[in-house]
């Protein structure tokens, strides 16, 4: 009698599961069906607006449009496509500081090869000093002297590269 029960409970959770699983496809597929219309409903509208707006003109204002908005396809000087011109004055600047951007990044990635180059192959860049300063070792010299005439001396020193460090 026992069996018989457990038997009973696995078949029936079995049933639901697949119950629950066949309910969930199913709405998976109403909400597929619902935006796919949706979509379709949106191109239905906009092509009758434009076809609203087409029969607002005369045949000579279409014919205008219809080549100032369109360009040939292909070969075929006959078929035609559409074509959005979205240029803007703020689409423009957009365009042209982006163009000034990617200079400067240009510039700034060439400024570093080159510096990595110069360090790779031991070229150093040319400045106005002959020679490197270092006034860290100026100040060295002179806190060990105490300063006076002593300290002026050890300071010539340093700076003809005798110092003790």
Same mark, same amino acid.
């Given at each position: &009698? ?8 696995? /078949?029936?959770? $079995?049933?639901?599961?697949?119950? %629950?699983?066949? &309910? $969930?496809?199913?709405?998976? =597929? ?8 949706? %979509?379709?409903?949106?191109?239905? %509208?906009? !092509?009758?607006?434009?076809?609203? @707006?087409?029969?607002? $003109?005369? *045949? ?8 100032? +908005? ?11 496509? @559409?074509?959005?011109?979205?240029? =803007? ?12 951007? &990617?200079?400067?990044?240009?510039? !700034?990635? @060439?400024?570093?090869? &080159?510096?990595? $180059? ?6 150093? *860049?040319? /400045?106005? +000093?002959?020679? /490197? *300063?270092? *006034?860290? =070792? %100026?100040?060295?010299?002179?806190? !060990? ?21």
């Amino acid at each position: &009698m026992v069996w018989i029960g457990k038997v009973v409970f696995i /078949t029936f959770e $079995l049933f639901v599961s697949i119950m %629950q699983f066949n &309910m $969930l496809i199913a709405m998976m =597929t109403r909400t597929y069906e619902t935006i796919f219309q949706t %979509q379709l409903e949106y191109k239905r %509208q906009r !092509a009758q607006v434009i076809l609203m @707006l087409e029969l607002s $003109l005369s *045949p000579k204002e279409r014919h205008q449009y219809l080549l100032k +908005y369109s360009r040939p396809t292909g070969t075929n000087k006959k078929t035609r496509s @559409l074509v959005f011109n979205r240029e =803007t004055k703020q689409g423009q600047r957009i365009l042209e500081e982006k163009r000034k951007t &990617m200079i400067e990044e240009k510039k !700034a990635v @060439l400024k570093r090869k &080159m510096k990595d $180059l110069e360090i790779k192959e031991g070229i150093r *860049p040319v /400045t106005g +000093y002959s020679r /490197t *300063p270092r *006034p860290h =070792t %100026q100040y060295m010299n002179r806190g !060990a002297g105490g300063g006076g005439a002593n300290g002026g001396a050890q300071n010539g020193n340093a700076m003809n590269g005798n110092s003790n460090f």
